[in-house]
């Protein structure tokens, strides 16, 4: 079992920054990420960090977010930057064990509006 838990979610006017941050705790994992789902739209990766340290970005996150943290100390951040109202979304932390299971946080909310 592993649980999630995330924060940093809010309101931010266009052009700013965010930080939303995930600690997980339970299994071993082999890689956490942060997605993201838009009203109405399904849910797409924003970006994964692997226990190896590599980063892969989904096109949502690429550019302007950037992924860090570690799967040996169970925590990651995403650091978005420039944000624009098309940002706006629940933000979901996803970790993944060894053995293949997939487990999801709550998500928090991104709401971009002036």
């Known amino acids: 079992q592993v649980q999630l838990v995330e924060s940093g979610g809010g309101l931010v006017q266009p052009g700013g920054s965010l930080t939303l941050s995930c600690s997980a705790s339970g299994n071993i994992l082999s890689s956490m990420g942060w997605y993201c789902q838009a009203q109405g739209t399904e849910r797409e990766v924003v970006a994964i960090?692997?226990?190896?340290?590599?980063?892969e970005y989904g096109d949502s996150g690429k550019g302007r977010f950037t992924i860090s943290g570690d799967t040996v100390n169970k925590m990651v951040s995403l650091q978005m930057t420039s944000l624009k109202s098309e940002d706006t979304a629940v933000y979901y932390c996803?970790?993944?064990?060894?053995?293949?299971?997939?487990?999801w946080g709550e998500g928090t909310l991104v709401t971009v509006s002036s």
């Open positions: 960090i692997r226990s190896d340290g590599t980063v």
């Open positions: 996803k970790s993944t064990t060894w053995c293949g299971k997939h487990y």
